[in-house]
């Protein structure tokens, strides 16, 4: 894990994202998406540096998948110092963000709270 990289404007974590060793995170503008991402767009024009920072339950570009806004949704209610302390607890127990692909453990849900509560415990 490369907490440094934190989590993106969105709620993904590019702490863990698989491109983070050509990508620097969603604020260096060296992200791949950079130029056509939704929610950076929409969090600069706020004046907000990341989505769980606005006060709208939005669902816009990728808040419309269930990771990043269940992402998103822990932040508001917990912060983002532990959602990374629970990610990195969750991959020293073997919980993978991606395997094939951009497809992980936390992808296989469709309940925001039922994502929540994997986060939490690092079990289903």
């Given at each position: 894990?490369?907490?440094?990289?934190g989590?993106?404007?969105c709620?993904?974590?590019?702490?863990?994202?698989?491109?983070?060793?050509?990508?620097?995170?969603?604020g260096?503008?060296?992200c791949?998406?950079?130029?056509w991402?939704?929610?950076k767009k929409?969090?600069?024009?706020?004046?907000?540096?990341?989505?769980y920072?606005?006060r709208?339950?939005?669902?816009?570009?990728?808040?419309?998948k269930?990771?990043?806004?269940?992402?998103?949704?822990f932040?508001?209610?917990?912060?983002?110092?532990?959602?990374l302390?629970?990610?990195?607890?969750?991959?020293?127990?073997?919980i993978?963000?991606?395997?094939?692909?951009?497809?992980?453990?936390y992808?296989?849900?469709?309940?925001?709270?039922?994502?929540?509560?994997?986060?939490?415990?690092?079990t289903?």
């Amino acid at each position: 894990m490369k907490r440094e990289l934190g989590i993106a404007r969105c709620g993904l974590a590019c702490c863990l994202c698989s491109e983070n060793d050509k990508c620097n995170g969603c604020g260096s503008d060296k992200c791949p998406d950079n130029s056509w991402c939704v929610n950076k767009k929409c969090s600069i024009e706020k004046g907000i540096s990341h989505c769980y920072m606005c006060r709208d339950d939005c669902k816009k570009g990728l808040l419309n998948k269930i990771k990043p806004y269940s992402f998103t949704l822990f932040i508001k209610r917990y912060g983002e110092d532990k959602l990374l302390d629970c990610l990195e607890a969750n991959e020293k127990k073997g919980i993978v963000y991606h395997r094939e692909g951009i497809n992980g453990d936390y992808d296989d849900f469709d309940d925001a709270e039922k994502l929540i509560d994997f986060i939490l415990t690092g079990t289903r």
